[in-house]
Structures are given as structure tokens and as C-alpha cells.
């Protein structure tokens, strides 16, 4: 009798639990906030097939095109031809192939830095370096707006963590001041992923100068869009990665490189440290050595891609112009990330919805990714959309003020 009491109530208690999560998934529903996938049925590109219909996207982190690019895919299946499909096993206990060295040789000289260290992912990365130079007893400063990746890595580390007001520089020297940790870390995105503004990356440093604290730097948004040849945030505000030892660089290769995974740059024994240290890295299985083959190419195209770098400027500027003196207001960004605000998680979804059924794509981005009221459009542009199909998107916003 004791035993179906124990299971009855067991069960009561499960019951409780799944009456819990359907009421928080119907609460997130009627706030506007339950996310849906969409299932695509072309690669990725400016024009794709779902639900058997063509959209035009304006929602792809492929800031220069290459995600079908031909070139990349010749590249990846000269690469499994080579070296198989899997690696077999982690980076440090045999799945560190040529491929994998090889890209992290090049991007060391591509962004003038002494070393680099492959991650499969760009929140693998963050996850991995964080905690891997602080700890308990040591301070984070970060960004209010640092992407949700950023914000794990501080937590996980278990180091003290202080927010700062997003680009607030006196704020930060205040509580860096203030700290007596034993370590010190400040954290930022390079470009902001929602907003699409910079970091100012000279006067972070020179905080970090002033208070001998570590500055990591993630730049999965500028990489292969900003700077000369790409090269980066850094590169584009003049910072030269091998002159300042205290700077870690994070950059992306799944946006604009087109491929997939992130790496790390650094001084050589900083990077010698993540290898045995950061546990994102040491314990998984290494990518595929067809994604490093292939990322090998991408970043040839990154170098010699001016001419798609001008293209995106060109768009940047045709939407502002086309968008001048409308009810749109596009938030401040030099980057083909292009937000127009607009307030209401409702409204936002309304707009998306009514550009939907004209055929684009433009998602609604709502709490918790911004802050609570600024729900907005998230614009994003490529090399691959041409000036008629941004006319589209603009006919299409004006339409409907």
C-alpha cells in the first residue's frame, strides 16, 4: 500500500511539472516571445525555398556570400576525397589533422598574430577562454550587451562579474578602479550583435593598459567585414593584435568566412595555455577536416574580397537612403547588421508577418536577445543581394508606414 502511495505521488509530482512547462510555453506565446524554426530547403542564400515558397532573406549572417560559394564547395569536396569526413576523435588525442594546422597557421598570419587556436564553435570558444584565465577571486567586466555566449563564460568561470552600460567607458574605469581582484578581464563584443555599433576598442585598451587586465575581444561580427582585407575590428580602429599581449581575439568563421567555428588569437604562450586549458577545446571531438579544408579557401576569398566589402557599403548606404524620412528610424551601425527599432514584441512580429507575405524575410528579435521594449527588425546584408533586391525590401518598408 506505502509503494502505491510512493509511485502515486511520484507521479503527482511529474504531472505538476509538465502542467508547469505548458503553462510557461502558452505564457511565452501570449507574449509574443515562443520562437518557431523554419525549415529551409535551398543552401543558404539571399533567395531560399520554405514551405514551398521563395523568400527573399534579409536575416543570413553571410555578410560576404560565401556559404554557397562554388569555389568553397569545390574546395570541401576535394576535401573529403582527401581526408574523410570525421576526425575521429579530440584535438589532443589524435584528431588534430593537416587540415586543422593549416588554418590555424593561416589565420595566425592573417591577423598578425603569433598564434591561433581552432574551436569548433564561436560559443565554444568563448566558453573555453574565459574560464580558462579567471577564476574565483578574479573580476569579469562586460558589456550589458555582450551576446548570451559572453555572459555563460563569465558565469561559468566563477570569477566576480560586472556588467557595465553598453560603450560606457567612464562606468568601466569606475569598477575597474574600484576592484581588488586578483585578475582582472574585460569582455566585449567588437561588433554588437543585435544593434550593429562597435566597441570602442582604443579606449578599452587603454583601460586595460592602465589596469593590467586582460581584453578579450569578440568579433564575430567584424571579422571578414571590417578592416583592411577583412582582417577585422582591431584592424579597422588601427590596433596591431601583436603589439598589445594582453589582447585575446575571437573571431567567427561561420558568418562571414561562410563556413563554420570560431578561433582564438593571441600571444604564443597564451594560446599554448588555452590548448591545455580551455575545456571546450580539450574535451570534443575536433570538427571535420573538410570544414578546416575549406575554411582554408574561404580565407583566401576573405583576403581578395574588396570588391564584395565595397558592395555591402554600397547597400548599407542605399538603405538608409531609401529609408530617409519615413516612419523606419535605422539604429546607428556602420555594419551590415541594420535594426530599425520598433518597441512592442507585437509590433514587431506584425511587421515581420506583413513582410512575409510580401516574400521577405526579416525576422523580429525580442527579449531576451535585447532588452525588454526594443524589440525590433533585424536587417542583416550580403555581398550576394543585388541593389534591386534591396529596392524591394524598401518598397515594401515604405508600403507599409
Not at 506583413?354 to 525590433?376: C, F, S, Y
Amino acid at each position: 500500500m506505502l509503494q502505491c502511495v510512493v509511485k502515486l505521488t511520484v507521479l503527482q509530482r511529474y504531472h505538476m511539472i509538465w502542467e508547469e512547462l505548458d503553462s510557461e510555453l502558452a505564457e511565452l506565446k501570449t507574449a509574443g516571445l515562443q520562437r518557431v524554426r523554419r525549415i529551409t530547403d535551398s543552401p543558404c542564400c539571399v533567395e531560399f525555398k520554405t514551405n514551398k515558397r521563395t523568400l527573399l532573406s534579409f536575416c543570413s549572417n553571410d555578410y560576404l556570400g560565401l556559404a554557397a560559394e562554388p569555389a568553397l564547395i569545390e574546395a570541401a569536396r576535394t576535401a573529403a576525397s582527401r581526408w574523410g569526413v570525421g576526425s575521429g576523435s579530440s584535438h589532443l588525442v589524435g584528431g588534430h589533422l593537416a587540415p586543422h594546422e593549416e588554418i590555424e597557421q593561416n589565420l595566425a598570419t592573417f591577423t598578425g598574430s603569433a598564434r591561433t587556436l581552432y574551436f569548433s564553435t564561436g560559443y565554444m570558444a568563448n566558453l573555453g577562454v574565459v574560464p580558462a584565465l579567471v577564476g574565483r577571486g578574479d573580476a569579469v567586466f562586460s558589456d550589458r550587451l555582450n551576446h548570451a555566449s559572453l555572459i555563460d563564460a563569465a558565469q561559468l568561470s566563477r570569477a566576480d562579474h560586472l556588467r557595465y552600460p553598453h560603450n560606457d567607458m567612464v562606468a568601466l574605469e569606475r569598477q575597474l578602479a574600484g576592484s581588488s581582484a586578483r585578475r582582472k578581464l574585460i569582455l566585449t563584443d567588437a561588433v554588437f550583435s543585435m544593434d550593429g555599433d562597435l566597441a570602442p576598442l582604443a579606449q578599452l585598451l587603454e583601460l586595460a593598459e592602465r589596469f593590467d587586465a586582460w581584453l578579450v575581444v569578440d568579433d564575430a561580427h567584424g571579422f571578414g567585414v571590417l578592416g583592411p582585407q577583412g582582417r577585422g575590428s582591431l584592424a579597422h580602429m588601427g590596433i596591431t593584435l601583436s603589439a598589445y599581449p594582453r589582447i585575446i581575439y575571437i573571431g567567427t568563421l561561420g558568418k562571414a568566412a561562410g563556413v563554420s567555428g570560431a578561433f582564438v588569437a593571441g600571444a604564443a604562450n597564451v594560446i599554448e595555455w588555452l590548448m591545455q586549458r580551455a575545456r571546450t577545446y580539450i574535451f570534443t571531438t575536433a570538427s571535420s577536416p573538410i570544414v578546416a579544408a575549406t575554411l582554408i579557401k574561404s580565407l583566401e576569398l576573405i583576403e581578395q574580397g574588396d570588391a564584395r566589402r565595397r558592395h555591402l557599403q554600397e547597400l548599407i548606404a542605399q538603405l538608409h537612403a531609401g529609408l530617409h524620412n519615413t516612419r523606419w528610424q535605422l539604429m546607428s551601425s556602420p555594419t551590415p547588421i541594420q535594426p530599425i527599432l520598433i518597441g512592442e514584441n507585437e509590433a514587431a512580429l506584425h511587421c515581420a508577418a506583413a513582410l512575409a507575405e510580401q516574400g521577405i524575410l526579416v525576422p523580429a528579435i525580442r527579449p531576451p536577445t535585447v532588452p525588454k521594449g526594443t524589440a525590433r527588425l533585424r536587417i542583416t546584408l550580403s555581398a550576394a543581394h543585388s541593389h534591386d533586391q534591396l529596392d524591394q525590401l524598401i518598397t515594401a518598408l515604405r508600403q507599409l508606414q
